[in-house]
């Protein structure tokens, strides 16, 4: 019986096998997975079909081989190119659930295909709760800095009004790093009127927490773990992400204070 | 009971802040709960350290260890990999103030007049820059401590069951 079952997923051709792991693997990429946890989930996975793979992976895309021992004409190799990153950690979650759904046998692989389509299209927080928690988180960190309550309620508008102007001009296609500048330069504009007009105590704090939601802190990590785990391209190519991601709020930041007055600071 | 007070309020804090970042970051609604615990949780035992006079990178380690490994187990407990947790949990404890002191510094760094008003503004950024780099690290290792324990090996089939343990002492 377990020969048999083995039998017929052996079926599943290489190219079919290395669609599905790239199409997964890509999309764990870009939603902010460690290469280590792209690997082990796309390893659990060509293991079960009766595959060996191995795969190189950069931030901005994967090539994977993928062949089987017993026949050597069946392998092949492809690369597919990440959407763009934009971090939403419950697609780790479900993948990875997927994975071991698969290597427990549980699900086959056009049932596994379906399932990888449903995760895709699965709606993400709304805006407006998005932005919400963004003030907040900013207005406690601001509290956690040494603000007083208006220094907090300021970070708060500041940080929730730049999430929502972001969500905007993502939504209408701009290129994402210009949206960081944007973000950046209202968030800080709203901030900065804490100092300019002296409202609360620690104005310099609610300058430093408000942007703090832009900061791409899962690209950071991700290339600090990619390095200790020893895929330095990987990691080379998201933190210069990251950096440049920095770069645009520095900028943002800039141009505000330049447009508050840059005495004030 | 000063000292509690301002403990207790920092954990509500941090707790709020790891919860919120959690949306952000698109964590899961049943692991949310448990990130702002991990996240409060670290950030308390952070406040701790940091009033006994430890280094302020030293106690980010500790913290962010603390929060990685307890991250396992809350891994466990709500079916999901702990990266999701232990995220940003983290996050409650990122350098955003060193970040904007060495930005701001830069800033000031392109007016010649305020160069030579205050030459202090390069060892000023030189300093507020590491000390960024250097906490972003200690994050990291935080966070990719089981990837760093426990070599190569999925969380998933680390195990907790008493009887397996057992079973190897025999």
Redesign the interface.
Known sequence: MMENKDKAQKKIKANEVAEFILDAGVFLMA????S??VW?NCK?MADHWGYHMNFNPTFTGIMVSVWDDKNSENAVTRYKTAPQNS???????QI??LS?EIADGKTDYDDACRKLEAIKNKA??PFW??AL??G??CG??C???GGSPVDAALAFCGAAAGSAARHFILKKQFNQFLSFIIASAITTLIAGTDTVFALGKAPE?T???S???L?P??P??NS??DL??GYFSASIARSLFAASI?SCI?VG??LS?MLLG?NY? | MELLTAIFF?FI??F??A??????????VK?LLMAGLLGGLG?GIRFILLHSDFGLISATLIASVTIGLLGIYAAHKV???P??IT??A???M?P??Y???S??A???LS?QAILEKDPNIIPSIAHNAVLTFSL??T???G??IS??LFR?K?V?QIRFDKSRLLAKGK
Do not use: Q
């Open positions: 939603s902010g997975a460690h280590g946890r082990r659990r971090v939403h950690l419950e697609t780790l979650t990875s659930h071991w993400r927080y709760l998005v928690a963004v907040i988180s406690c960190l509290t956690l800095a704090m300058l430093a927490t942007v703090l939601y900061i802190g899962v950071l990590i600090v773990i200790l785990e920095v520095a930041m800039t204070i840059i600071f | 920092d804090l941090a709020c802040v919860f919120c970042w959690g949306i952000l970051f698109g964590t899961p692991a950030h079916h999901n990999p990266v999701v995220m940003p983290c996050i409650t990122i955003g103030l970040a904007y002191r930005m701001l830069g800033i000031k007016d972003l690290f994050l990291a290792v966070i990719s990837a760093l190569n999925s998933k």
